[in-house]
């Protein structure tokens, strides 16, 4: 009798066993799917590079950026001075960059290639989001992420230019939010059309979901403002071969052309300006986290834009940010 009772506790056990074991199993990345199409090599990873591309046959971003680097480049982006305290996440930065890794962020060239670019990326990223101007603890460069909103907005960024394509909607406010913030009902509008999201309504999605406020950083970074002129993605990861005009405006493939591409005469054009060198700073000090080391920025007349001449001069609304 005690001997049938053991018998079945041993295949109960041995049941649950199986279940939590596939329930395990569901959590791990799947195979790789290798395909060729039209002599191409062409990659499904899972979930994190779903859809066939080449890219997705390169390594992908959890494979050089875990959740313990993540932490290391933003340390005090939840510290009591900050004001998006528990907003900002690898796991939301991670599930957005899967919208664009098969498409190349973070999956372009070799993993020197990949790792600069996500350096460059979050350089940007942490250098509009920082509040630690004038903060002592762990240095100006560690405060990142520290907001995901304008704190005092001096006006709605209605523009009534746009009425017919992206009518602003009432009681909506189209001031700065996001990991690469975005004003403007224009910008919201084309933002939201790409990602699908109604944030010509609901503006206040981007301050209220870190997964679509990277999302919507990362379409800006992937797309270019004009047609005809490159994305921020492709002037660094040197898909962008410039035009006699382009060389003659000292516009160059690298890390000074995506801040021209970003924000133009916001920060570009104007000789050594904090701006600029802020912007720089962060890109070098994620460089070093990161174990890539700055000095793979490259030489000056690639990581900086004061000599350039802009893309879109402010006075045109594409300009606009």
């Given at each position: ?256 052309t995506t ?32 174990g890539v ?27 606009a940010s």
């Amino acid at each position: 009798m005690e001997m049938r009772m053991i018998l079945c506790l041993l295949v109960i056990i041995s049941i649950i066993g199986c279940v939590h074991g596939d329930e395990n199993e569901s959590f791990r990345k799947q195979p790789t799917i290798v395909k060729t199409v039209k002599g191409t090599k062409m990659c499904v990873k899972d979930w994190e590079c779903n859809k066939l591309s080449k890219f997705c046959c390169n390594l992908t971003i959890t494979d050089y950026l875990d959740t313990d680097q993540f932490e290391l480049l933003f340390t005090k982006r939840n510290s009591p001075v900050a004001h998006a305290v528990g907003f900002w996440d690898y796991g939301s930065f991670i599930r957005a960059a899967a919208l664009f890794q098969p498409l190349g962020f973070g999956t372009t060239g070799g993993k020197k290639m990949q790792m600069k670019e996500i350096a460059a990326f979050l350089g940007h990223v942490g250098s509009k989001t920082s509040c630690g101007y004038g903060v002592a603890t762990g240095g100006p460069l560690a405060y990142g992420l520290c907001y995901n909103k304008e704190m005092s907005p001096s006006q709605d960024y209605c523009d009534d230019y746009f009425k017919l394509t992206y009518p602003c909607t009432p009681g909506a406010r189209y001031y700065g939010r996001g990991a690469l913030p975005i004003y403007w009902n224009y910008n919201y509008g084309a933002i939201g059309e790409a990602l699908k999201l109604n944030l010509l309504d609901h503006p206040e999605y981007i301050e209220q979901n870190a997964t679509m406020a990277f999302q919507a950083a990362i379409w800006r970074w992937m797309n270019p403002m004009k047609k005809g002129q490159p994305s921020a993605h492709d002037a660094f990861v040197g898909n962008w071969k410039p035009t006699k005009n382009d060389t003659l405006s000292n516009r160059l493939p690298g890390f000074g052309t995506t801040m021209n591409i970003l924000y133009g005469d916001g920060v570009c054009g104007q000789g050594d300006v904090d701006a600029m060198n802020n912007i720089i700073s962060h890109y070098q000090y994620y460089l070093d986290l990161m174990g890539v080391g700055r000095e793979q920025a490259g030489p000056h007349e690639v990581l900086d834009c004061g000599e350039q001449k802009p893309f879109n001069p402010t006075a045109t609304p594409a300009a606009a940010s």
